[in-house]
């Protein structure tokens, strides 16, 4: 074996086949969450009016809005020096000031909340009591959210998996029984998530161990300001994303009623949480590692490429299934109520594709602690966003929200390629994505057929997505030695 070749098993094989491993023990918390989307559409569409789905589109966006702002930072900064203070031997220190800064944002959040109250009720065209509801929900919500990367942090992926399928069962159940005995309407649903989220609290405190690294003391400068240098760029980078990609609830609530905005909820609730749920279960499982490897001064992109390509092998077919059978996965999957929100699908379908392509793209930043790069892209293409959103939906309507975030995040994708760090530029998969090209030849033929048959939709896509799938696997050469590919 040559030098060569004991280098690649090292530094790519190896710790692919240890992300691969960390990927089949998140992978059912994940797929349950991606069934868990995909179930909650039916069952709120039936329960809930067009304009009633539309308040909990907004309430949910309003949700994220200050999540982003005020808590998930925190958590993303906890995972990406967590090994770094751990390997110091300072992670109680580094734990204890991470809740201390988590707490004193929710109070500066209330504190903002209650002075600029109405300007919140009038902005985001949102009743008090959502708004009541929508702030009690956050403090479960962020504390969730850091413990969650601590879990990541310390490669627990079972102990995700099981606080990941309880949280979206309970949550399912709670809003249900709280939209069936009390009526409230989007509220009910807040109701449930709260109640669900604080017992999953109560859960991962105990699988974290968390416990016994608290000890609160006086916040250590050094710990405290690389934290914020990183953080707070993700918060605004997060921010633009939001403004690309659910401002335009509020857009469309504002130009053409909470109807319209219900419709644009339909269709972004059967796309972007149900394909990136699914999408993620690659990057949840390799980015905790590939940090590993670079503080070990591993070169991680031949790791990174090759992760992409698998993206593109999973995301290109299913998006491509669901822009072609938009109308029908409309019927099988949301109230009649709700159809017109098909015309929605292929947009928002491949603007998860590339904002998921993204999370490949644009690990450069964070791995070289420069993410103020990564937010300078990022509120470039979210001014870009919101200009396109409003112009668009102003004059096109429901079609003018697909565009606009088609073309955002497209645009965005586009940034973090031309943008590039030294030595973590990320490497283009041409031979997988080839493949994948030629392998849909056949199936675009296929499909064709199928079109002139009575076979049964949900027959037609598994054919589809099992003939291409096959298809790869055949084509692709097994007995081809790993390093050569």
Same mark, same amino acid.
């Given at each position: 074996?040559?030098?060569?070749?004991?280098? @690649?098993?090292?530094?790519?094989?190896?710790?692919?086949?240890?992300?691969?491993?960390?990927?089949?023990?998140?992978?059912?918390?994940?797929? &349950?969450?991606?069934?868990?989307?995909?179930?909650?559409?039916?069952?709120?569409?039936?329960?809930? *009016?067009?304009?009633?789905?539309?308040?909990?589109?907004?309430?949910?966006?309003?949700?994220?809005?200050?999540?982003?702002?005020?808590?998930?930072?925190?958590?993303?900064?906890?995972? $990406?020096?967590?090994?770094?203070?751990?390997?110091?031997?300072?992670?109680?220190?580094?734990?204890?000031?991470?809740?201390?800064?988590?707490?004193? #944002?929710?109070?500066?959040? &209330?504190?903002?909340?209650?002075?600029?109250?109405?300007?919140? @009720?009038? @902005?985001?065209?949102?009743?008090?009591?959502?708004?009541?509801?929508?702030?009690?929900?956050?403090?479960?919500?962020?504390? $969730?959210?850091?413990?969650?990367?601590?879990?990541?942090?310390?490669?627990?992926?079972?102990?995700?998996?099981?606080?990941?399928?309880?949280?979206?069962?309970?949550?399912?159940?709670?809003?249900?029984?709280?939209?069936?005995?009390?009526?409230?309407?989007?509220?009910?649903?807040? %109701?449930?998530?709260?109640?669900?989220?604080?017992?999953?609290?109560?859960?991962?405190?105990?699988?974290?161990?968390?416990?016994?690294?608290?000890?609160?003391?006086?916040?250590?400068?050094?710990?405290?300001?690389?934290?914020?240098?990183?953080? !707070?760029?993700?918060?605004?980078?997060?921010? *633009?994303?939001?403004?690309?990609?659910?401002?335009?609830?509020?857009?469309?609530?504002?130009?053409?009623?909470?109807?319209?905005?219900?419709?644009?909820?339909?269709?972004? #609730?059967?796309?972007?949480?149900?394909?990136?749920?699914?999408?993620?279960?690659?990057?949840?499982?390799?980015?905790? $590692?590939?940090?590993?490897?670079? /503080?070990?001064?591993?070169?991680?992109?031949?790791?990174? *490429?090759?992760?992409?390509?698998? &993206?593109?092998?999973?995301? %290109?077919?299913?998006?491509?299934?669901?822009? !072609?059978?938009?109308?029908?996965?409309?019927?099988?999957?949301?109230?009649?109520?709700?159809?017109?929100?098909?015309?929605?699908?292929?947009?928002?379908?491949?603007?998860?594709?590339?904002?998921?392509?993204?999370?490949?793209?644009?690990?450069?930043?964070?791995?070289?602690?420069?993410?103020?790069?990564?937010?300078?892209?990022?509120?470039?293409?979210? %001014?870009?966003?919101?200009?396109?959103?409003?112009?668009?939906?102003?004059?096109?309507?429901?079609?003018?929200?697909?565009?606009?975030?088609?073309?955002? #995040?497209?645009?965005?994708?586009?940034?973090?390629?031309?943008?590039? !760090?030294?030595?973590?530029?990320?490497?283009?998969?041409?031979?997988?994505?080839?493949?994948?090209?030629?392998?849909?030849?056949?199936?675009?033929?296929?499909?064709?057929? &199928?079109?002139?048959?009575?076979?049964?939709?949900?027959?037609? %896509?598994?054919?589809?997505?099992?003939?291409? @799938?096959?298809?790869?696997?055949?084509?692709? $050469?097994?007995?081809?030695?790993?390093?050569? /590919?």
């Amino acid at each position: 074996m040559t030098q060569q070749v004991r280098k @690649y098993i090292k530094e790519v094989a190896m710790p692919i086949k240890a992300i691969f491993k960390d990927m089949l023990k998140y992978a059912p918390s994940k797929l &349950f969450g991606l069934l868990g989307n995909a179930v909650i559409v039916p069952i709120y569409t039936n329960l809930l *009016s067009p304009s009633q789905y539309g308040e909990y589109a907004v309430s949910l966006a309003v949700l994220s809005f200050l999540c982003i702002l005020f808590s998930d930072w925190v958590g993303l900064s906890g995972l $990406r020096f967590f090994r770094q203070h751990e390997l110091c031997d300072k992670i109680t220190n580094y734990l204890s000031t991470l809740f201390i800064i988590l707490g004193s #944002n929710l109070c500066v959040m &209330f504190i903002l909340a209650f002075i600029f109250r109405n300007k919140f @009720y009038s @902005y985001f065209s949102i009743q008090p009591k959502l708004f009541l509801f929508i702030l009690i929900l956050i403090i479960p919500v962020a504390l $969730r959210a850091l413990l969650f990367q601590v879990l990541r942090a310390q490669i627990k992926p079972g102990a995700f998996t099981i606080s990941t399928i309880l949280n979206q069962i309970m949550t399912i159940v709670f809003s249900v029984l709280i939209i069936k005995i009390f009526n409230f309407g989007a509220a009910s649903i807040l %109701i449930g998530m709260a109640i669900s989220i604080t017992i999953i609290d109560i859960v991962l405190i105990f699988q974290s161990d968390v416990l016994k690294y608290l000890k609160f003391k006086k916040p250590n400068k050094e710990i405290v300001k690389p934290i914020f240098i990183y953080g !707070i760029p993700i918060a605004v980078a997060s921010i *633009s994303l939001w403004a690309i990609n659910q401002s335009n609830k509020f857009i469309t609530s504002h130009y053409h009623g909470l109807k319209e905005a219900g419709l644009v909820g339909v269709a972004y #609730n059967m796309t972007f949480p149900i394909l990136m749920t699914l999408f993620a279960i690659i990057t949840i499982a390799a980015y905790p $590692r590939i940090i590993n490897l670079y /503080e070990e001064k591993i070169d991680v992109r031949p790791v990174i *490429s090759k992760l992409t390509g698998y &993206f593109l092998l999973v995301a %290109i077919p299913i998006a491509l299934v669901m822009s !072609i059978y938009a109308p029908d996965l409309i019927v099988l999957f949301a109230n009649s109520k709700y159809q017109n929100a098909y015309s929605l699908l292929p947009y928002f379908a491949f603007s998860a594709v590339f904002l998921s392509l993204t999370e490949y793209t644009s690990m450069q930043y964070h791995l070289a602690n420069k993410t103020y790069i990564l937010t300078t892209l990022k509120v470039i293409s979210g %001014i870009t966003g919101l200009v396109l959103n409003i112009i668009l939906i102003k004059n096109m309507g429901l079609i003018g929200v697909g565009i606009a975030t088609l073309i955002s #995040n497209i645009f965005y994708f586009v940034l973090t390629i031309v943008v590039q !760090i030294k030595d973590l530029e990320w490497k283009v998969p041409y031979k997988k994505i080839i493949h994948i090209t030629l392998c849909l030849i056949p199936i675009a033929f296929l499909w064709m057929f &199928f079109k002139q048959t009575s076979l049964y939709v949900g027959y037609q %896509i598994i054919l589809l997505l099992f003939f291409y @799938y096959g298809l790869f696997y055949i084509t692709t $050469r097994r007995k081809k030695i790993l390093w050569m /590919e």
